[in-house]
């Protein structure tokens, strides 16, 4: 998977300073929403009239690029064949638009046109994901991610991110299948939770609080979408490659936000086909949930912790003797 993407587009390079990035703001989109879905996938019409058709009525640049962002989303279904042929040229916004499929490149260059012909300043940043937990502690891996930043307001700091791939839909862990879901939390996504998910090429564009370089990065869990959902602030065990005696308690913490309404906490064991499920005791006390868990024999295996039925992080864990 991770050499897929490499060579499909053009690496961006910006200089500049990026000291203070503006955060998400608290907006009610699900009117804008509901009037971008019934839209339509207008399938005659070009990028631009698309763009203009979106955008032409509203006065916000948020709004113009939460309208852009939802189409996208609705319309567009991630494309495994060119992402795996490593096809560069199927990624311009043309060939997107006719085949209304697109790689990670190819829902960056279409975001970043519609935006330029709205007026919005965006770019493209190439970077790395981690798919499964194959890739954790990767030492070498190679470029397989592509998002956006978008300029808003006059200052020169005020950037938000956007991946309108991940916005679109997701992947099984084996990069298989792929699930078509609207996922509007990688729309001026939390900074936090966007940077244990991604690391961009150029760290120019990494902001707020982040690992501290790329391996660290490699060194994290998989954390899931259900984070954004959480407001998770920090987690532990804080590597994603965890050792652990057999029949000794392995204690997993989540800093959550104080709104957040737990139910029900699920650890799911294996991958694939073999997948088990336990739900485990829990505790919530304020903001910190906690649970612990006995490994009954040696074993290593992929363990995923679900909160409300949605995967929240991803563990690589070996138990032993």
Known sequence: MNKLVKAIFPLILVCCSMGAFAQKEGKDF??????????????????????????????DKTEKARAIFDWIAYNI??????????????????????????????????????????????????????????????TKPEINHVWNVVQ??????????????????????????????????????????FNWQHYPDNTAWHFGPKPKGRNEFYDLPLIKSAAYELGVKSFSPNKGNVKVKANKP??????????????????????????????????????????SYKFPEEDNFPVSVMVNGKELAVYNVTIEE
């Not at 043309?94 to 975001?111: E, I, Q, W």
């Not at 200052?155 to 509007?184: H, L, M, R």
């Not at 997993?252 to 029900?264: G, L, Q």
Request: glycine share 8%; with cysteine.
């Open 30 to 59: 699900t009117a804008l929403d509901e009037s971008v879905k019934k839209a339509g996938a207008m399938d005659t019409f070009t990028m631009g009239t698309i763009s203009s058709i979106l955008t032409k009525k509203l006065t």
């Open 77 to 138: 279904s991630f494309d495994f064949k060119t992402a795996r042929n490593g096809n560069g040229e199927k990624n311009g916004s043309t060939d997107v638009l006719k085949s209304r499929k697109a790689t990670a490149a190819g829902y960056a260059n279409l975001f970043q046109d519609m935006c330029s012909s709205a007026g919005i300043r965006c770019l493209t940043v190439e970077g790395y994901v981690k798919n499964n937990v194959e890739d954790i502690n990767l």
């Open 152 to 193: 808003l307001g006059v200052s020169p700091d005020a950037w938000y991110i956007v991946d309108p791939c991940w916005g679109s839909g997701y992947s099984d862990p084996e990069f298989k299948s792929y699930t078509k879901a609207f996922n509007p939390d990688y729309f001026f996504a939390t900074l936090t939770i």
């Open 250 to 291: 392995m204690t997993f913490n989540f800093h959550i936000s104080t709104e957040a309404d737990v139910n029900k906490v699920t650890l799911a064991f294996g991958e694939g086909k073999k997948i088990t499920k336990k739900d485990v005791e829990f505790k919530l006390n304020g903001n910190n949930l906690s649970f």
